[in-house]
């Protein structure tokens, strides 16, 4: 809202004539396009990365210890 003000503001002086309400609804538009366009790959990154993060779960249940993740590394 606010960037739509600004702009109704600046546009004055150089011979804007236009409502407010309509530079709402086209920066609303603007936004939304812009959204929906980034949706499928933010998505996408959502599913893969819990997919990874369970997998490195499980992976991590089925190893054992190794000496440098138990604590107990004696230096030789």
């Known amino acids: 809202m606010r960037s739509s003000a600004v702009v109704q503001l ?9 409502r407010l309400e309509d530079t709402v609804a086209t920066f609303g538009f603007a936004c939304a396009a812009a ?15 819990g ?3 369970c997998a490195r779960l499980s992976r991590a ?16």
């Open 35 to 49: 959204h929906w366009t980034l949706l499928p790959r933010d998505v996408l990154v959502g599913i893969f990365g």
């Open 61 to 76: 249940e089925r190893l054992p210890p190794t000496p440098a993740s138990d604590g107990n590394v004696t230096e030789r």
């Open 51 to 53: 997919l990874h993060g």
């Open 10 to 18: 600046a546009t004055r002086p150089l011979g804007g004539a236009g």
